[in-house]
């Protein structure tokens, strides 16, 4: 069957327990996708655990162990039908150990709500999820003031969360006056679907309005074909299924592909056999579009998370070194030549090593070539090498392909993206 309104993925994140999961499964029973019935059910569960409340949540969160620490730990994905759009929710988790899956979540959105609890505001992981939403290439924002029942709908509870945020986003780079900060109530319901007489000073959209709201992001067909693997399943009798979201170019059935960097770390060629979304088979798929995809000529040793599906007649590079733009969030000390973090590029997570710092601009705008060391709010030239096999692309060839996160010991410690690199075949070819 094929699509018939266009396809947005949108992203919740923010803070753990800010009531990320259960806006959305309370939303998703005001639009009928939950049953009543099945409600029900979850709630008789909620009480069992103890967690009086949490029957929307685990709408969304579908793991037992989930279920008794009342934590997302994994991706959830739902998907919601608007006026405009066929929206594929994505519940990433906010817990400190699960940022991993965050940032793998946010290189899948294209658009993302940003959940900050009106009575707690501005926590430490609100201030890293708006840096990694942003590095990650998330354009479009809106901030949902969650929990106003906690702080009795009042107006000055939202406009001093509405402040605090705001300077936030304005340091990574977002524009607040061009943002909708939304105040709701997941658990009551509060301008989830509709308006709310509790909040007759709010005169904004509801939270199913903002979807439609979304710019529909400008899919980079004309790109060669990059499919980031999220995950790769064994199907009994179908075999191995990868999924993830078409970064760019277009995928169809029969199209020649090659799997970097692969077991072999130099790429496994294959065939796609079919493309499918939502269970339903596509004729082709697109960037933006979440999808599994069987492989002919690919078994489950050879592909993994953090590989790339890529067009066999453009394939990715496998990198040597790449030079990279980077600004530093909030690293662990100071960074100096030889400090090697794991880089999280696309799907993947890999160590790398600072070979060079060739050039920083401190914040106060002074530039220092070859400086000695990197700390907090610089904006950096670096060399960078591998520990692993890694596959990416410059800023120029493909952006969507050319961002980083770099993190240590849970943290996010900088944010970049790729200027040059160096592939190691061509290394080969000069020795």
Excluded at 142 to 170: F, G, P, Q, R
Excluded at 200 to 210: A, E, I, N
Excluded at 296 to 310: E, L, P, Q, S, Y
Excluded at 381 to 387: A, F, G, L, S, Y
């Amino acid at each position: 069957m094929a699509k018939t309104k266009p396809v947005i993925n949108v992203a919740f994140v923010g803070h753990v327990d800010h009531g990320k999961s259960t806006t959305i499964g309370h939303l998703m029973f005001k639009c009928g996708n939950l049953p009543q019935q099945k409600l029900d059910k979850l709630r008789a569960e909620a009480e069992k655990h103890g967690k009086i409340g949490f029957e929307f949540a685990y709408y969304m969160d579908r793991f037992k162990e989930e279920r008794e620490r009342g934590v997302t730990i994994d991706l959830s994905y739902e998907k919601l039908i608007t006026q405009k759009f066929e929206v594929t929710i994505i519940d990433a988790p906010g817990h400190r150990d699960f940022v991993k899956n965050m940032i793998t979540g946010a290189s899948q959105a294209d658009s993302a709500f940003l959940c900050v609890a009106a009575k707690e505001g501005v926590q430490p992981q609100t201030k890293e999820h708006v840096w990694l939403l942003k590095t990650m290439g998330v354009g479009d924002l809106a901030v949902l003031i969650n929990k106003m029942d906690t702080v009795e709908y009042k107006e000055a509870a939202y406009e001093k969360v509405k402040k605090d945020v705001s300077d936030i986003i304005k340091q990574a780079g977002y524009k607040p006056d061009e943002i909708n900060f939304i105040p709701c109530s997941g658990l009551k319901g509060d301008n989830l679907k509709e308006k709310s007489d509790n909040l007759p000073w709010y005169k904004g959209p509801s939270v199913l309005d903002q979807f439609d709201l979304f710019k529909l992001p400008e899919k980079p067909t004309e790109l060669p074909l990059r499919m980031p693997v999220q995950d790769a399943y064994e199907i009994k009798g179908i075999g191995t299924v990868p999924v993830g979201k078409i970064e760019t170019g277009v995928m169809k059935p029969g199209q020649k592909i090659v799997v970097l960097p692969g077991r072999t770390g130099t790429g496994i060629q294959g065939e796609v056999k079919t493309v499918e979304m939502h269970h339903e088979a596509l004729p082709f798929a697109e960037p933006g579009d979440n999808v599994g995809v069987n492989l002919r000529g690919i078994g489950k040793k050879d592909i993994a998370r953090g590989d790339v599906i890529c067009d066999a007649a453009k394939p990715m590079k496998v990198v040597e070194e790449f030079t990279a733009q980077i600004a530093i969030i909030s690293p662990l000390g100071v960074i100096a030549v030889g400090y090697t973090p794991v880089f999280h590029v696309h799907t993947a997570q890999v160590p790398c090593k600072f070979i060079e710092l060739i050039s920083k601009t401190a914040p106060d705008g002074t530039k220092t070539d070859k400086p000695d060391f990197l700390k907090v709010g610089d904006v950096a030239r670096v060399k960078i090498k591998p520990m692993g096999n890694l596959v990416l692309e410059t800023q120029g060839d493909n952006p969507h392909m050319s961002r980083f996160a770099i993190r240590d010991a849970g943290t996010t410690v900088a944010a970049g993206v790729c200027i040059e690199l160096k592939a190691k075949t061509e290394l080969k070819a000069k020795a």
